[in-house]
């Protein structure tokens, strides 16, 4: 099944930064963070593969940022990518509830 190329395979959001979308095969991320989310999908043989207890967390997804390259942050806000950062504003100025479920 072909996913929309334009929504992360990942976070399910729609792709609004082509800069820093990563392709594999038919699956597009917003960002190499949600890329490396859906490669972590099993442990093989490091039983610690999907621990990342030092890492920043998107405040509007919630995926581990591995990659700080795009990286944004509004105050104490750390955002995966731009996509996240103006979704997350979008929904803060239209008085949505920011952020993921924790």
Known sequence: MMRDASMCAHCNEPIL????MVTHG???FCCPNCA???EESGSGS???ARVHENDLVCAHCGV???DE???ESRG???YCCTTCLR???REQSSGQQPGFAA
């Open 17 to 20: 930064d082509p800069t820093t």
């Open 26 to 28: 038919d699956l597009s």
């Open 36 to 38: 490396a989310a859906m």
């Open 46 to 48: 490091d039983p610690h």
């Open 64 to 66: 581990a940022i591995v």
């Open 69 to 71: 390259t795009p990286m």
């Open 76 to 78: 104490d806000r750390a």
């Open 87 to 89: 979704l997350d504003t």
